[in-house]
Antibody, heavy 122, light 107 residues
Framework: QVQLVQSGAEVKKPGASVKVSCTASGYTFTRYAIHWVRQASGQRPEWMGW????????KYSEKFQGRVTITRDTAANIGHMELTSLTSEDTAVYYC???????????????WGQGTLVTVSS | DIQMTQSPSTLSASVGDRVTITCRAS??????LAWYQQKPGKAPNLLIYKVSSLRSGVPSRFSGSGSETEFTLTISSLQPDDFATYYCQQFNSYPWTFGQGTKVELK
């Protein structure tokens, strides 16, 4: 079965960077896009961007453009999301999410990792 | 960005009730709308995609409908496992955006 296992919780100081990892199993890694979505406590989810795992192409939300980098390691079946210049507003749970196979013609968020809490505090 | 607005924000209901949640988009979405269920401390779970397609394994009491800018999620007979927060999400244009959520709580 499809599984996405994320790296552990992080505590960062303002101005620092964080890199969250997502290890995929149970399917052909290069076949489906990986998205990153974050959710602050009590707030709605917020889509950050995605990567075409097959060719490495990325698309980012303009809100995070310049601060976020999504990459993948196809040899290890791992996706990464790095966010720089952190502020307290970036405190949230970060999720990696795989495309749902039946959203043909589009893309929707079918398989979610367990989430990684990133806390930004001085 | 496309704004997604759900109503109500909180819904109090009893087991067996028919429940309807509305999601309105600030512009037409064609069929690129999904619904998710989220329980405390867990990731959202995809229930319905492309407006009305039920994900395999999701109980048939869940259904979705709508078009253009107005969509609904209906639970035909609320069960104890259904008390949760529900989000709509558009994937018509970037950035993908979510509604603010509807919390379904026990009356």
């Amino acid at each position: 079965q499809v599984q996405l296992v994320q790296s552990g919780a992080e505590v960062k100081k303002p101005g620092a960077s964080v890199k969250v990892s997502c290890t995929a199993s149970g399917y052909t890694f290069t076949r489906y896009a990986i998205h990153w979505v974050r959710q602050a406590s009590g707030q709605r989810p917020e889509w950050m961007g995605w990567i075409n795992v097959g060719n490495g192409n990325t698309k980012y939300s303009e809100k995070f453009q310049g601060r976020v980098t999504i990459t993948r390691d196809t040899a290890a079946n791992i996706g990464h999301m790095e966010l720089t210049s952190l502020t307290s507003e970036d405190t949230a749970v970060y999720y990696c999410v795989r495309d749902f196979e039946h959203c043909t013609g589009g893309s929707c968020l079918g398989y979610w990792g367990q989430g990684t809490l990133v806390t930004v505090s001085s | 960005d496309i704004q997604m607005t759900q109503s109500p924000s909180t819904l109090s209901a009893s087991v067996g009730d028919r429940v309807t949640i509305t999601c309105r988009a600030s512009q037409s979405l064609s069929r690129w709308l999904a619904w998710y269920q989220q329980k405390p401390g867990k990731a959202p779970n995809l229930l319905i995609y492309k407006v009305s397609s039920l994900r395999s394994g999701v109980p048939s009491r869940f259904s979705g409908s709508g078009s253009e800018t107005e969509f609904t999620l209906t639970i035909s007979s609320l069960q104890p496992d259904d008390f949760a927060t529900y989000y709509c999400q558009q994937f018509n244009s970037y950035p993908w955006t979510f509604g603010q959520g509807t919390k379904v709580e026990l009356k």
